[in-house]
């Protein structure tokens, strides 16, 4: 049974056998997600075609994470609109500094499994991790969501994905995604829901399951959902700010009903995964890519800040130093993030290996600010995308990868497996 | 929406991504639309901007605008004159951001078009003649919601009229 539709039917109250891809349903939405970028936008929308009154505001939420700390005055200017209309309206904001939005809304507790989530930004399918319904729109939809508590939607076509097998040594959630975007390529999934299950899954922590459905939107995908388990209901638990109930009984992708495609991935099979410049579908396995100098190393994002990304990345850098011939740059993603990194020890790691520390912030990953490619450079990361251009100069060139390989390679200032350096 | 377009074609490739279209390097101009679109599809084609005519077509493959959720991306290219992106196939944020802020965009196959082509489009039916090498085809007919918002002009407009 697919996990979307069986969504899909309870907010709607549709019976689920007679959802089908291709139909529209419109529901309601839990959480109305934007940013820094797309909710100046949304305000212009909303100030001048409604009445000027938000429906439910206690599901809207609000993230400064882009271009924060301001960048220059344009940022403070965009910011300063979005704060104060958070002001007048009641909404939540997280101001500067608080943290990147979906790393933020999931340690916060603002997601339970079982909610749609609507986000202006395309990273909203990291949600689908905690078995949410989540998918990314545009500026005028949140605006639209704010007015009415509703978005549309297309129901898509439904692919299982059965992640099987062991992990390997330095292998986690982000080799799993970055090889299936390998496989299937950038538009392998377009229109299409991904909905994850099989044995490796419920052996991932949940950290690298955020990882996996924060890229799902890299293959086209409108959502990556994946089963909601004992860890899922724990992580909630210990969070959840609204009172919310564990999936019925039978709420499972067991059966193959539903399903217009399933595909199986031997996750055993899996070596550190290296994106090339270019793509994220152009994945390769570390151990077979020619010798790639690099002049930065990011870790952090949306992607890969969370706090198991970031004990990887300290374990393997631990007591060396970062090249002298490369930028290391750390983003802790939050703000509690950040000070549990001090409290805990791993600050003092990265900092002893030379490491640039940075507020939370978006920052390099969509070229914005706090380490941006000259012409020429090319940057290894723990981010999301690597199309021309995206972290600064057209061109620079950016290789996407897990904490671990990007701790080594910082180590080595060319792109090598941990193995090689330990 | 005007019902029938013509233009010239400026073609490109499958993959076009946000990225390509609207810089998060110019994000800098971001409150002032006319100014971030002088920069549309630059990295893809620098040269774009300078040659681009009111009523123009963006044409291009597989995947058109996939990456970022920014609806800054289809807003630049309808501020910059283009009356229409024609595309194999078009990634499902840029597509429906395109079609709430009421760009029109019409999936068909594209690979039999050049830069420079002139063609004749009829939003209504859908139908896009090639008028510099005399062939026509049809393209995917828009369903449901998205058909009823692009009639209304757009998902402000469509959403005021159901209030």
New interface residues.
């Given amino acids: 049974m697919s996990l979307a539709r069986n969504i899909f039917a309870e907010k709607t109250g549709i019976d689920s056998k007679k959802l089908s891809a291709?139909?529209?349903v419109?529901a309601d939405a839990d959480v109305i997600l934007s940013n820094d970028?797309?909710t100046?936008?949304a305000i212009d929308?909303f100030e001048?075609?409604?009445?000027g009154r938000i429906a439910y505001p206690e599901r809207v939420v609000l993230v400064a994470d882009h271009?924060t700390p301001n960048?220059?005055i344009?940022?403070a200017?965009?910011v300063k609109k979005v704060r104060n209309f958070a002001k007048s309206h009641g909404v939540k904001f997280f101001d500067a500094g608080c943290g990147i939005e979906h790393v933020l809304l999931t340690e916060q507790g603002l997601v339970v499994p079982m909610d749609i989530v609507i986000?202006?930004?395309?990273h909203?399918v990291t949600y689908g991790a905690l078995g949410a319904l989540a998918s990314?729109?545009?500026?005028?939809?949140i605006?639209?969501a704010w007015?009415?508590g509703k978005a549309?939607f297309?129901v898509p076509e439904a692919v299982k994905i059965v992640l099987k097998g062991q992990l390997g040594e330095y292998v986690s959630g982000k080799d799993i995604i970055l090889y299936l975007i390998g496989q299937i390529g950038?538009?392998g999934a377009?229109?299409k829901g991904l909905e994850f299950t099989g044995d490796a899954l419920s052996e991932l922590s949940l950290d690298s399951r955020f990882t996996i459905a924060n890229m799902t939107v890299e293959c086209?995908a409108?959502y990556g959902i994946m089963e909601v388990d004992d860890k899922v209901i724990d992580y909630t638990e210990k969070r959840a700010q609204r009172p919310y109930s564990p999936p019925p009984a039978g709420y499972s992708i067991e059966t193959d009903k539903d399903f217009d495609e399933i595909m199986e991935i031997d996750c055993s099979q899996i070596d550190p995964q290296v994106a090339l410049h270019g793509?994220p579908a152009n994945a390769h396995s570390v151990n077979e890519i020619e010798k790639i100098g690099i002049d930065q190393v990011v870790i952090g994002s949306c992607t890969n800040g969370r706090w198991e990304d970031y004990v990887r990345a300290a374990e393997i850098i631990k007591g060396k130093k970062a090249s002298p011939s490369l930028r290391f740059i750390v983003i802790p993603s939050t703000a509690s993030l950040y000070s549990r990194m001090v409290k805990e020890g791993l600050a003092e790691v990265f900092l002893d290996a030379g490491a640039v520390m940075s507020p939370p912030t978006c920052g390099p990953c969509?070229?914005?600010h706090m380490g941006?490619l000259a012409s020429g450079e090319k940057a290894l990361a723990t981010t999301n995308?690597n199309?021309?251009?995206?972290m600064?100069h057209?061109d620079s060139e950016v290789y996407l990868c897990n904490p671990e390989v990007a701790a080594a390679s910082a180590v080595s200032g060319y792109i090598i497996s941990p193995g090689e350096i330990k | 929406m005007k019902k029938q377009l013509k233009g010239k074609v400026h073609k490109f490739g499958n993959n076009i991504s946000t990225d390509l279209i609207c810089p998060g390097k110019y994000f800098h101009l971001r409150s002032d639309i006319k100014k971030l679109a002088g920069h549309t599809l630059e990295d893809a084609d620098p040269e774009f901007i300078k040659k681009v005519q009111p009523g123009d077509f963006v044409v291009a493959g597989e995947n058109f605008g996939c990456g970022s959720s920014r609806e800054h991306a289809p807003l630049i290219i309808k501020e910059s004159g283009v009356g229409a992106v024609l595309a194999g196939s078009f990634a499902r944020i840029f597509f429906r951001n395109a079609v709430n802020i009421g760009l029109p965009v019409m999936e068909l196959d594209t690979s039999g078009m050049e830069s420079g082509d002139e063609l004749l489009i009829d939003a209504e039916s859908g139908k896009v003649k090639n008028l510099s090498k005399n062939t026509e085809l049809t393209a995917t007919p828009l369903t449901g919601v998205m058909k009823d918002i692009l009639e209304a002009g757009g998902l402000k407009e469509y959403v005021r009229k159901g209030l």
């Avoid at chain 1, 001048?48 to 009445?51: C, D, L």
Wanted: net charge neutral; hydrophobic share 30%; charged share 25%.
């Fill in positions: 291709g139909q529209f419109e970028i797309t100046p936008l929308a001048k075609h409604s009445e271009f960048k220059d344009n940022s200017e965009q986000g202006a930004d395309s909203t990314g729109m545009g500026s005028t939809d605006a639209a007015v009415t549309w297309k950038v538009d377009l229109y086209g409108k793509s969509l070229g914005g941006i995308r199309f021309t251009g995206r600064g057209k």
